[in-house]
């Protein structure tokens, strides 16, 4: 084992996929706060109880109160090691993470969360030196997910990695292609797939459109009413809208100050049956996994806003999706699927997705991001846990295969 003291980290933080499966379960996180804060009292400047309660504020509610906390964390420590038990022989990982909330990076807790691997969560931070010594490691992986707040970092790491005596996955200038404008410059000529033209545009260019249609027209021939409108780096719909014409937009600007937009053509995807179905599909190394399947009447879809925990018939085609992955719906799309992640060349990524009524896949976003657990009730979801076990083990054992043992790394 590395000798810990003449290492620069502090134990790590409560695992954030510990902290989502509490709040999941129902469990009410204000004691655990108010024992954080007693914490607090005999040692204020402690950095992982000033990440735990990061953690705890935003899933609590209050971001902006669990960002300063972190922000405090960060002025102690930007390095931090796993919490859980790990053996001799444990392979250690460095995941490169950006600050900011807990939708910024790879939630890499859920992979590898109580395997015989010793985390090491470096915040990279422009213009702060690395800590020293570092800590041996076997590998690394960026885990900083696609948004303006983060290309700063992305630099950084860049740099950083650029002789860096360990193998590095999922690259920094890989990850901001995931945009989802040039994401479709992409995948645009992909036989067999089909991504809505994206355009980022200014406040004063929407604000534009709702003078009429002249300006649609020079943005180009697809961008007609309706629109599907979202703020730049907003995740989880949050202010995602359709704009059935320029009439709505006043009104949908009028509740955001947000400053840049994406704009993309509302797709029709809905099934025969009158419902939208979307998939969240990740990939281990160039190979697709299941993560879930959402079955909603409103083309806006969430997998625990959909009511697959109060309809049998749901999950029953959720189970069919996930464990006839392989022979079903990951060979129908087998072509466009293997052209995605090699236009990418990320080692971990995940899309959600549809599929169009011509039978196309329809592609929604791209992101290293994106959640994959495996926190539902087995009972309701018997099939989830062995499909999401699959994923993770292939994950350790993609970082396993990759890893150059012993490595020093300054």
Request: net charge neutral.
């Amino acid at each position: 084992m590395v000798n810990q003291t003449k290492i620069a980290y502090h134990p790590a933080p409560i695992c954030i996929s510990d902290l989502f499966k509490a709040v999941f379960d129902g469990k009410n996180l204000k004691p655990l706060r108010e024992s954080m804060i007693s914490r607090l009292q005999s040692n204020p400047d402690d950095p992982a109880v000033l990440m735990n309660l990061c953690a705890i504020d935003q899933l609590l509610g209050s971001p902006v109160s669990g960002l300063q906390f972190q922000q405090q964390a960060l002025a102690h420590s930007r390095l931090y090691q796993s919490y859980w038990p790990a053996s001799s022989q444990a392979l250690r990982v460095v995941a490169f993470m950006a600050p900011g909330n807990i939708g910024t990076n790879t939630p890499i807790g859920f992979l590898l969360n109580c395997r015989d691997v010793v985390l090491y969560s470096l915040y990279v931070v422009p213009g702060k030196p690395l800590p020293d010594p570092f800590p041996e490691h076997d590998i690394a992986i960026v885990t900083m997910c696609e948004e303006d707040a983060n290309r700063p970092a992305l630099r950084e790491t860049e740099r950083l990695i650029a002789n860096w005596p360990c193998p590095v996955l999922n690259r920094p200038d890989r990850i901001p292609p995931l945009a989802r404008n040039i994401m479709y410059s992409h995948l645009r000529e992909i036989p067999g797939l089909f991504m809505s033209p994206t355009i980022r545009v200014s406040r004063s260019t929407f604000e534009d459109i709702t003078k009429g249609t002249a300006l649609i027209d020079r943005l180009g021939p697809e961008f007609t009413f309706p629109l599907i409108a979202r703020p730049v780096d907003s995740h989880a719909g949050k202010n995602l809208v359709k704009l059935d014409g320029p009439q709505g937009v006043a009104s949908y600007l009028a509740g955001t100050e947000v400053a840049e937009f994406f704009l993309s053509p509302f797709v029709e995807y809905r099934s025969s049956d009158g419902m939208y179905r979307k998939f969240r599909i990740v990939w281990v190394d160039g190979r697709p996994y299941p993560c879930h399947m959402a079955i909603a009447e409103d083309w806006k879809v969430w997998y625990y806003s959909a009511g697959m925990e109060t309809i049998m018939a749901k999950r029953n085609e959720e189970e069919i999706f996930m464990t006839t992955f392989d022979d079903g719906f990951g060979r129908r799309h087998a072509g466009a699927l293997s052209a995605i992640v090699k236009t990418f060349g990320l080692e971990y990524m995940g899309i959600d997705c549809a599929e169009m009524p011509d039978g196309r896949l329809l592609v929604f976003e791209g992101e290293v991001a994106m959640v994959a657990h495996n926190m539902d009730s087995p009972a309701l979801y018997p099939y989830k846990g062995p499909q999401m076990q699959k994923l993770f083990s292939s994950f350790e054992e993609m970082l396993r295969r990759k890893a150059v043992p012993r490595a020093i790394c300054v």
